[in-house]
């Protein structure tokens, strides 16, 4: 039963333009929702977090939006960079219990177009 | 900065051996995590720590044990290593409970033959 899910598995773009990572969840408990970035032969990085408190969150080019009347959460990027190419992955919890546990979805193949 | 790392990048095993998988962490973190990380069902939480001597079972806990004596170890177990746990294993730590962000290892990928 997959609660948090990444329907596309691979994204190509061209540099300069925007990317848009698409994650969509099951269980309405979560609410507290993080963007990992892993390049091969690397672990998971932290990217930026959204609380259900809030629809948007920005890090410099990263947006976070979370619409929770549909359970989905996007990541923009803008403007894309070569260096953005890596796995991206969704992960939720939820935060009562002090974000013990992250479900993580499946991941998203981001290639940045010179 | 954040240091986590593990005993071995690459490791080929057999059938039955008993396996084990090293995590240290150099930021006196209290939290300590394994994942597994398996083509198209991304990353699943194995079982995690919050404290020494302490553990809970994650989300796919079955043929795994852990051990946590020291603070900045946390060592997964493969008691009787079978092929589907081929896989690449990633351990986390975080600092404390009630904090988000949880700091990766470089993964440890495993092929039992």
């Known amino acids: 039963d997959q609660q948090v899910k990444q329907n596309s598995p691979s994204l190509s773009v061209q540099e300069g333009r925007i990317s848009i990572l698409n994650c969509d969840y099951t269980?309405?408990?979560?609410?507290?929702f993080l963007w990992y970035k892993k390049y091969p032969a690397e672990g998971p990085t932290f990217l930026i977090s959204?609380?259900?408190?809030?629809d948007k969150n920005e890090d410099g080019r990263f947006t976070v939006f979370l619409n929770k009347s549909a359970k989905h959460l996007s990541l923009h990027i803008v403007p894309s960079q070569p260096g953005d190419s890596a796995v991206y992955f969704c992960a939720a919890s939820v935060a009562n219990f002090g974000n013990e546990k992250l479900t993580f979805g499946t991941g998203t193949r981001l290639t940045i177009i010179p | 900065d954040v240091k986590v790392t593990q005993s071995s990048r690459y490791l080929v095993k057999r059938t039955g051996e008993k396996v084990f998988l090293e995590c240290v962490q150099d930021m006196d973190h209290e939290n300590m995590f394994w994942y597994r990380q398996d083509p198209g069902l991304g990353l699943r939480l194995i079982y995690f720590?919050?404290?020494?001597?302490?553990?809970e079972k994650g989300d796919i806990p079955e043929g795994y044990s852990v051990s946590r004596e020291k603070k900045e170890r946390f060592s997964l177990i493969l008691e009787s290593a079978s092929t589907n746990q081929t896989s690449m294993y990633l351990c986390?730590?975080?600092?404390?409970?009630?904090?988000?962000?949880?700091?990766f290892g470089p993964g440890t990928r495993l092929t039992v033959l």
């Open positions: 720590s919050y404290d020494v001597k302490m553990k």
């Open positions: 959204i609380s259900s408190i809030k």
């Open positions: 986390a730590s975080r600092r404390e409970w009630g904090t988000d962000t949880q700091y």
């Open positions: 269980n309405s408990m979560f609410d507290y």
